[in-house]
């Protein structure tokens, strides 16, 4: 035997078995998308807009404090997101403005239009602004997810600059929990009761309305809370009129924790910061008897009696279930979101349909696999085993490199694998049409094997390259899914070069080796 | 076995017929796409949401329908899905304003009022996640063990809770009692407590999807753009490998392929999606495969006799390669038709768009059109115009 020969045969042996060696156990080895193995996949948009909102009109109270300390009484309207207009500033007090900015808004620019001043956010402090946003939005969700207790989450900002992020969670048996558990703002306050005044609530409204003549004082509102029986089930509706201002806010917990009260029910343990603490301890202690509502994104889930003065920890208790206790902890421990989150894109698969996919895959391929070994061996009858030999190592190097490229394996990747199959054998079509060729113009079998891979070869590659670019072009557009038929098909080609011609190129030689005369190929 | 031994077809000559027969399935095809009926597009590209849903018993599409518009959506696209006795049904909602992040709740509340049969608890086993379950298990405390140990108790819930979810894994959705009364994990008194606080319901939901609006239109600009930036990638590439009257011949061979399966793909009513992209971005490349052997071997004849007349090349080229272009065509279509009777209904229109691509494949376009810009642009053309 040669040495090219035993080379070429080395090469081709550690290919394989270096295929073989990544991709076994297959079933551990190979990564399986969403679509496939169930789970959710989120696209979620981070309101920026919001979070541009809420620091104008904090910056805008800034300035009317500051100016108010400097003895200029003005007023202020937000007119965008990022700007603010004032008005009732005097002209001459301009050099006030220019201080004041400079010292406590320093992002901001100014001027003045006649009576008014109109203030913009410089652009970029908006985009800090806006990049911040997103960046503590998706280290908040993280957070959640962390807590939640998903194995292998994908938790990923879309993009640089994008104010998108995408969350992947395999395998999650409950996905509106998960969406709801992402997306709660969460804002927890603690806010004094009126009537009634001991706490609890009242079920009807008019109860309340008629303590005031129906008109009620600027600081009190009224708010309701649902009522439910043991297994969560909404039931009913109460009614508390309790203090527009808050005693404290989610802001000031330090932690949060499930736990249970006193009937073994669920609740949450709360711990305030120091200054929080201080805060809740002083008006705890000022209104031992009266009822301390609960207030949890604009609805009393309790109102429970201020039985003692109440230093830095307390319970958050209601009708919870555990689940519910255990969601709430997470997102009051996670930190608020700094802006609202719109759910864009949702795709949710279960694991059954998933299942399915993938043994109607399995059967097309095996079936279609079967198929093409048949025609390759009754059109090349002998050469015709070369060509199914270089199409198995194909499918074994595609899956060798799918494992190793760690790549994810999704249905229409599954397509692309049996779409493989079909066209891999094209490359060693193209060689045996030629030799054929060959052999009819009368050379011997040496040399149209010679001239087959010889004059094929260009259009071996022209044929592929022009596959390969369609794939490169599947890839930029693909979103995940796609993008796992974009990569089979052009591993499943590049593999296919290589059998096709090292190998199938190699096996002929390896047949021949030896022979002084060849008269006759099977072909 | 050899199909096509030394063949002189002469296809050049029945160019305008083959030219015809394309024309008039394309003008077919575009009615298709434009006038009559339309894309279906999915909601991939035109947003809205998309329910899988997996029935006890086969329920009748025309109620289902009312159901989901009495929820207020008119027009949901409702259809069987997955092999027979599934029981599962697509049910497809445009985007509905004031809900764009889905109907998924608004469709499955529906349904559930009206297919909730029972009246125990109001504990769906069907829809309701395993902590959720673990919970309802330690409320009711069947196996009396809160008493004991608090902790104990909640481990144990949560594992029962896992095991019956696990039964309804497989199938998607949890039929009659008996499969979870079959659980070791489950004791007599945890079932009997089930029964009487929870409900198997009639359906479970085994996939949910909603792209926004906005996702929609991004996707579709996307999509468009990469369809053509292929096309023109191609020409490219063959206007670089060959000469432009190659690339020219190709590009309009392929788009040609690309149109004529657009058109039939719609005429089937086919849901136009993001795996829909997919397939013709392949079928470009296929298309451009076959037309790029062509084209080599018509080069190696062209060096080989220059004084032959192009058509006269081209013919022989393609009488040459027709063998590879069968073959080839043949294999891709064993798989690609495996794939299309038993690939599942997810992968049918990929698979319908391949298999009629590769069979009423271009090789026959990209020549004459070749021919025909040689005709009006090359150098022979130049010559007699100079001579007229």
Request: hydrophobic share 45%; aromatic share 8%; glycine share 10%.
């Amino acid at each position: 035997m040669n040495r090219s020969l035993l080379w070429r045969g080395a090469i081709i042996v550690a290919v394989v078995v270096l295929a073989v060696f990544a991709a076994h156990p297959l079933a551990e080895k190979l990564k399986l998308g969403l679509d496939l193995r169930g789970g959710i996949h989120l696209v979620l948009q981070v309101e920026v807009e919001d979070a541009a909102r809420s620091e104008t009109a904090k910056d805008m109270d800034r300035l009317l404090q500051e100016l108010q300390d400097a003895g200029v009484q003005a007023n202020g309207s937000p007119t965008s997101s990022s700007s603010f207009e004032v008005n009732g500033i005097p002209t001459d007090r301009d050099g006030t403005i220019g201080e004041i900015v400079v010292q406590f808004l320093p992002g901001w620019d100014w001027s003045r239009r006649g009576e008014t001043v109109v203030f913009e956010m410089a652009p970029a402090n908006l985009n800090e602004i806006k990049n911040l946003a997103v960046v503590q939005a998706l280290e908040t969700i993280r957070n959640r997810i962390d807590e939640f207790g998903v194995a292998e989450p994908v938790i990923q900002r879309q993009g640089l600059e994008g104010t998108r992020i995408v969350v992947q969670l395999p395998g999650v048996d409950d996905p509106e929990r998960v969406k709801k558990l992402i997306k709660n703002t969460a804002f927890l306050e603690f806010r004094l009761v009126e009537y009634p005044l001991g706490g609890g609530g009242v079920p009807t409204r008019a109860e309340i309305d008629a303590q005031h003549g129906g008109v009620l004082p600027d600081h009190l509102e009224v708010l309701t809370g649902t009522v439910r029986d043991r297994q969560g089930a909404a039931i009913g509706e109460q009614y508390y009129l309790v203090e527009k201002r808050p005693v404290i806010t989610g802001r000031d917990l330090k932690s949060a924790r499930p736990g249970l009260g006193e009937f073994n029910q669920p609740v949450v343990n709360f711990y305030l910061t120091h200054e929080g603490g201080k805060l809740f301890a002083e008006a705890t202690a000022a209104n031992v008897g009266r009822g301390l509502a609960i207030v949890l994104d604009g609805n009393v889930v309790s109102a429970p009696n201020i039985r003692t003065r109440i230093g830095d920890s307390g319970i958050i208790e209601g009708s919870f279930t555990r689940q519910e206790v255990e969601d709430l902890s997470t997102v009051l421990r996670s930190g608020a979101l700094p802006a609202g989150i719109t759910y864009l894109e949702e795709r949710t698969v279960g694991p059954a349909l998933g299942q399915d996919s993938i043994e109607a895959g399995l059967k097309a391929g095996l079936i279609g696999l079967a198929l093409v070994v048949v025609t390759m061996l009754l059109v090349y009858k002998g050469t015709g085993i070369n060509a199914v030999v270089a199409l198995i190592l194909d499918i074994v190097i595609l899956f060798g490199a799918l494992a190793y490229f760690k790549a994810t394996l999704t249905l229409p990747g599954i397509a692309g694998i049996v779409l493989t199959i079909g066209m891999a054998v094209d490359a060693n079509v193209l060689v045996f049409e030629r030799i054929r060729e060959e052999l009819r113009h009368g050379r011997t079998v040496k040399s149209a094997i010679e001239a087959g891979f010889g004059k094929a070869l260009s259009s071996v590659m022209d044929a592929n390259i022009t596959t390969l670019i369609a794939a490169l072009f599947l890839f930029q557009f693909g979103t995940g899914p796609i993008r796992g038929f974009a990569v089979t098909l052009s591993i499943g080609i590049v593999a296919s070069l290589f059998t096709a011609i090292f190998v199938s190129r190699w096996i002929f030689d390896l047949v021949l080796a030896g022979r002084k005369r060849v008269d006759r190929l099977s072909i | 076995m050899e199909f096509f031994r030394d063949t002189k077809i002469d296809f050049m000559k029945y160019r305008k017929y083959f030219v015809m027969l394309s024309l008039t399935l394309l003008a077919v095809g575009m009615v298709a796409v434009f006038f009559h009926g339309k894309l279906n597009l999915g909601i991939d590209f035109a947003g809205g949401t998309q329910l899988t849903l997996k029935f006890r018993e086969q329920p009748e599409i025309d109620e289902l329908r009312d159901v989901v518009a009495a929820a207020g959506i008119a027009e949901a696209q409702i259809q069987r899905f997955g092999e027979e006795g599934a029981n599962e049904v697509i049910i497809k909602t445009p985007t509905v304003e004031g809900q764009e992040e889905g109907t998924r709740n608004l469709v499955v509340d529906a349904l559930s009022a009206r297919y909730q049969t029972t009246t125990t608890g109001n504990f769906d086993l069907n829809q309701r996640g395993s902590d959720a379950l673990a919970d309802l298990l330690l409320a009711l405390d069947p196996d009396e063990l809160r008493a004991t140990d608090e902790q104990m108790a909640a481990e144990h819930y949560e594992n029962v809770a896992l095991m019956i979810l696990e039964q309804r894994r497989d199938e998607g959705l949890l039929v009659s009692w008996d499969e979870i009364t079959g659980i070791p994990e489950v004791s007599t008194e945890v079932a009997t407590a089930l029964e009487q606080n929870a409900y198997l319901g009639q359906f479970a939901v085994l996939g949910a999807e909603n792209v926004g609006p906005q996702i929609g239109a991004e996707l579709r600009r996307k999509g468009i753009l990469a369809v053509l930036a292929s096309l023109v990638g191609m020409l490219i590439y063959i206007w670089f490998r060959f000469e432009l009257r190659f690339g020219v011949g190709a590009l309009v061979a392929l788009s040609h392929d690309v149109l004529i399966v657009l058109g039939l793909f719609t005429l089937m009513g086919f849901e136009f999606n993001l795996t829909t992209i997919a397939a013709f971005l392949t079928l470009v490349g296929y298309s451009v495969n076959d037309t790029v052997v062509v084209f080599d071997r018509v080069r190696e004849n062209l060096r080989r006799s220059r004084r032959k007349p192009l058509v006269d090349t081209i013919n022989q080229s393609l009488n040459q390669t027709l063998s590879r272009t069968v073959l080839t065509s043949g294999t891709t279509i064993l798989v690609v038709g495996s794939l299309f009777l038993l690939g599942g209904d997810v992968l049918r229109g990929f698979a319908f768009i391949l298999t009629v691509g590769v069979t009423y494949s271009s090789i026959y376009v990209a020549s004459p059109f070749t021919l025909l810009w040689e005709q009006i642009f090359g150098r022979e053309a130049r010559l007699r115009r100079k001579e007229a």
